[in-house]
């Protein structure tokens, strides 16, 4: 796999990699051997970029991710802000979950709980590392009126702890992992931050982070690594975006999409694959297949040639905002 640096760090990483939601049986059932011969497949292909978090399954993907990197060579991001509390959740589909482990979620993005959380992860994992540690779901996307506590949180102690994994060489990496444009552009104001892990905010789709988020982010020596490059679904035929129903609007942008994608004669989960990757400031995107067929297939769209001539139509035809740099 092709690597792009992290920030200002000496880290590499893939520029495709793979997400780790669907190893916890978020939105999709996925038992235990099913996602140990999906990390395994993405080992055999190449991939050695790997994403996980305690929210995926209250655990379930960490344990595996965990499992079958051990003893092999990998780079591997996590996310902290988010403790597991013993007890399970009354209905784990009101979290989008498919058989969680039995935990609970207490948020925290203290001093303590950033340290607790990253000690609970390599628990977990049964790893000695992770190389890339992220706050998760800071903003107001997930927190509503909360969302200012808990940066407040993140901003007076938080912070500190992040930088002192960092600074010990612990994690060689730090950053934020959203789903929203303004708690990055926040958190440049607090910190030094390496990497934002921007799910669905810079995509085929839309590209709203590019008239503010990304000049601050260049400015500053921040990369941003990709999630959700099919938002949720839609770039690849499903009904779903921001994980919920799509409206209409984005349905109809959708399929304006595809249509110009038809002409050219390529699949539109191709060109939504590469298409963040035409910008530097981005070093990796990392779709959450959810089965070894999956990741073949998006394999194989990584690797689909994409004439200059089809970005240009996109933008004729305002499908694109017009500054969004292009795959060349």
Not at 96 to 122: K, T
Not at 204 to 215: C, N, R, S, W
Request: hydrophobic share 40%; charged share 25%; glycine share 12%.
């Amino acid at each position: 796999m092709d690597k792009r640096r992290v920030g200002q760090t000496k880290l590499e990483i893939d520029s495709l990699g793979l997400g780790g939601a669907p190893l916890g049986g978020n939105f999709v059932d996925l038992g235990y051997a099913q996602a140990e011969e999906l990390i395994q497949a993405a080992k055999n292909i190449g991939i050695g970029y790997f994403d996980t978090a305690p929210w995926y399954g209250f655990g379930r993907s960490e344990r595996v991710m965990g499992d079958v990197l051990r003893g092999s060579e990998y780079i591997l991001s996590d996310k902290v802000g988010r403790l597991l509390a013993p007890g399970p959740v009354k209905n784990p589909a009101d979290f989008g979950m498919v058989d969680p482990l039995p935990f609970n979620v207490v948020y925290d993005y203290s001093y303590d709980g950033i340290m607790r959380a990253y000690e609970d992860s390599l628990q977990r994992l049964g790893l000695d590392r992770i190389d890339i540690l992220l706050v998760h779901d800071i903003g107001e996307f997930q927190h509503g009126q909360d969302h200012m506590k808990h940066f407040k949180s993140l901003e007076s102690g938080g912070y500190r702890a992040m930088d002192e994994l960092r600074t010990a060489g612990l994690i060689k990496a730090i950053g934020l992992g959203v789903n929203e444009n303004k708690v990055c552009m926040d958190a440049l104001a607090i910190g030094d931050w390496d990497v934002f892990l921007l799910a669905g905010r810079y995509t085929l789709l839309e590209q709203t982070a590019v008239d503010t988020l990304f000049p601050a982010c260049r400015k500053a020596g921040t990369s941003i690594i990709c999630g959700g490059p099919f938002n949720s679904g839609v770039l690849v035929g499903r009904d779903t975006w921001n994980y919920a129903k799509a409206p209409k609007e984005v349905i109809d942008k959708a399929r304006a999409l595809g249509v110009v994608a038809d002409e050219f004669g390529i699949p539109l989960p191709a060109a939504a694959l590469q298409f963040p990757l035409g910008d530097e400031i981005v070093c990796s995107v990392i779709p959450g297949p959810r089965d070894k067929g999956e990741l073949e297939q998006i394999v194989t769209w990584f690797k689909t040639p994409i004439p200059t001539e089809f970005w240009a139509t996109l933008k004729a035809k305002n499908l694109m905002e017009p500054l969004a740099t292009v795959p060349s």
